[in-house]
């Protein structure tokens, strides 16, 4: 005989028959309906059988016993495969559709990020040439206030020059009118 899990030889004397384990095998295969622990798992709650159709106006699936039943009496209705295989196309198409559109998103967002980072160069490349101009004014305007101080400075020492000999001049003036009155006076 062979092991069951392994598949390997398994000596005679070690298998023991299991009378617990033959009674829940030999239940199941008598059973019609399926085991409870496979609710939810393409079987009906209500019936207890295969889920085997698909209702295409309730969009749900259903076993043959729900689909003579009241609820979904009249109802379009395809065999679940079939049903599975429209809806995986659909799924394929949508999703095909939704790649499409994240990609034109990846490219939009490519194209904007670099319009973005353009328009940041070309600002700052503006703000340097401002700034640039900027100073030139302001070299060029301390410029002109160092060569107006230069003329200023000129034109006073020679005013002061000039009020000097002025000066100089009604000094001599002074002295030889003291002298002309002093020469009257005598």
């Not at 008598?30 to 295969?50: N, Q």
């Not at 799924?91 to 319009?115: D, S």
Request: glycine share 6%; charged share 35%.
């Amino acid at each position: 005989r062979a092991c069951p899990e392994g598949g390997g030889p398994c000596p005679e004397a070690r298998l023991r028959p299991c009378g617990e384990v033959a009674n829940v095998v030999e239940g199941l295969k008598k059973s019609p309906a399926p085991p409870a622990c496979w609710r939810g798992w393409g079987v009906c709650d209500k019936h207890e059988m295969l889920l085997r159709l698909f209702c295409e106006d309730d969009q749900e699936p259903i076993c043959v016993i729900c689909r003579e039943s009241g609820d979904h009496q009249g109802h379009r209705v395809s065999p679940i495969k079939e049903a599975a295989k429209v809806y995986k196309e659909i799924l394929r198409t949508h999703l095909k559709q939704m790649k499409t559109n994240v990609q034109e998103f990846v490219l939009g967002k490519e194209k904007e990020m670099k319009a973005a980072s353009e328009l940041k160069k070309k600002q700052e490349s503006e703000r340097e040439k401002i700034l640039n101009a900027f100073e030139h004014l302001e070299r060029f305007l301390e410029e002109k206030k160092r060569e107006e101080h230069r003329i200023l400075e000129k034109d006073n020492k020679a005013e002061l020059i000039r009020i000097k000999v002025m000066l100089s001049k009604l000094e001599s003036w002074h002295f030889s009118l003291s002298k002309v009155t002093e020469q009257i006076g005598r």
